[in-house]
């Protein structure tokens, strides 16, 4: 078996995600994918907005300078993301497809062995 990270993508300008009825149905969205997949799953969170960020970046000489806000500006920010365990990609794609992700979509990543 495998691990693979589903990062969850969100657009946060979508004025949908300050209406309470959306996050519900998002959160029991959640809760239906975590009763099914829950065999595979082995970690997740939801993530703060990206106002919340702190980033750090090392230049060439080692100084590290760090900066309010996200590392890159973009118009679907990291939401959340599960760690699963899966026996293939073509299986982990299957898990990712049930995540709800109505304002953005999922990117899936295999986890290097170490």
């Known amino acids: 078996m495998s691990e693979y990270l589903i990062l969850i993508y969100q657009d946060e300008s979508d004025p949908s995600w300050s209406d309470p009825a959306t996050g519900e149905k998002v959160m029991k969205g959640h809760m239906a994918f975590g009763e099914k997949h829950g065999a595979s799953l082995r970690g997740g969170n939801a993530l703060h907005y990206t106002n919340s960020a702190t980033s750090l970046r090392h ?14 500006e973009t118009k679907e920010a990291l939401g959340g993301y ?29 986890i290097m062995p170490t």
Do not use: M, N, Q
Request: overall charge negative; glycine content about 10%.
């Open 59 to 72: 230049d060439k000489s080692g100084k590290v300078t760090v900066t309010d806000g996200a590392f890159v």
């Open 82 to 110: 599960y760690l699963i365990e899966a026996p293939d990609l073509d299986a982990a794609l299957a898990i990712a497809k049930d995540v709800p992700a109505p304002t953005g979509g999922v990117e899936v990543r295999p």
